[in-house]
């Protein structure tokens, strides 16, 4: 069972990491829970020690396995108080809280995990850290120079899409790096905006919560800007748009599921081939749409998931 329970945490987004002895810790940054797992015969002296520098972690539970019992010694020699401990019997199955407390979250996590099917996120939407600011922010950014633009002359003006900041690579080479951002934030027309919107609406809130706040914003950012030089490079045309920053997040996402396998079973990985070959072919067949910025985003995408979840390896920590 507990097999069950390390090979289902991995497939889940929690980064797991070898401590001392037999003890272990698992890390889930959106959710900003940690977990200790370690024998009974096996406890450490000082578990604080085993938790420094996980500052993403705002609440620890410490998991002690009991292969001959829990014995009501181990409550009253218990020291740490300031932690949640979770004595189980492994024999029988029971869990035994110290302090006492009514939450169920680990009994309820312990069992989901058990059964490889963990399903923490449905229990956190009420957790303001699940909430997907970011993706919210970015949405109503995109809204409201949207709006701007209208207001000023129309989207598809071609005098209010420079004044707004999209890439035309004449006024970039004269020195106005900055549109390499602004283009991001610029649509070309409602059906533009609205396709990128609901784009962003799909993925934002799943990439929020899998990889994080910062991790989120950093990989749009990268494979927004890497889609606008892709174009600077490769089309002469004024372009604008978050299509690169949307394929940055589907190609962060493949990499993803294919590091997950119980994800990639699920049919996301395969879903999110057939949506970038289906958005290749699109933008092959009709004009006007850039798809060297597409094809930018995605390289970076892919390549900042490939960085951004990797597995700590400092060196008094030993990645699982």
């Known amino acids: 069972m507990f097999a069950n329970i390390i090979h289902s945490l991995q497939q889940s987004g929690w980064k797991l990491v070898k401590l001392e002895g037999t003890w272990l810790s698992a890390a889930h940054e ?23 520098g996980n500052t993403e972690v705002s609440k620890w539970d410490v998991i002690v396995l ?25 024999q029988r199955g029971n869990l035994l809280p110290f302090p006492p407390t009514n939450d169920p979250t680990i009994p309820n996590w312990l069992k989901q995990l058990a059964s ?22 970015l949405l109503s950014i995109n809204i409201i120079v949207f709006l701007l633009m209208t ?21 970039i080479q004269a020195g106005e790096v900055w549109r390499f951002f602004t283009s991001m934030f610029i649509h070309i027309g409602l059906m533009h905006l609205i396709f990128n919107l609901y784009a962003l609406w799909s993925l934002g809130p799943f990439m929020e919560e899998r990889f ?3 991790r989120f914003i950093l990989i749009y950012s990268l494979s927004g800007l890497g889609g606008s030089i892709a174009s600077f490079y490769f089309s002469p045309a004024l372009s604008a748009g978050a299509s690169g920053a949307i394929f940055g997040l589907l190609g962060a996402l493949l990499y993803y599921s294919l590091k997950r396998p119980s ?6 990985g395969m879903n999110l081939v057939v949506v970038i070959l289906i958005n290749f072919g699109f933008g092959l067949t009709q004009p006007g749409i850039d798809n060297y910025a597409h094809l930018g985003g995605l390289v970076i995408g ?3 998931s490939v960085f951004l979840t990797k597995p700590s390896n400092s060196s008094h920590d030993k990645s699982v």
Request: aromatic share 12%; glycine share 10%; charged share 20%.
């Open 116 to 137: 490889g099917n963990p399903t923490f996120h449905q229990q956190s939407r009420g957790n303001n850290h699940t909430i997907p600011l970011l993706s919210y922010f």
């Open 302 to 304: 892919l390549i900042s």
């Open 263 to 268: 994800l990639w079973k699920s049919g996301l």
């Open 30 to 52: 959106s959710l900003k829970r940690g977990l200790l797992f370690g024998d009974i015969n096996d406890l450490p002296l000082d578990f604080k020690q085993l938790i420094q």
């Open 66 to 90: 009991c292969p001959e019992g829990v014995d009501s010694s181990f409550l009253r020699d218990n020291k740490h108080t300031d932690l949640q401990f979770w004595y189980w019997d492994t």
């Open 212 to 214: 994080g706040r910062w």
């Open 151 to 171: 207001m000023a002359g129309g989207s598809t003006d071609q005098r209010v899409l420079i004044t707004f900041g999209a890439k035309v690579n004449s006024l």
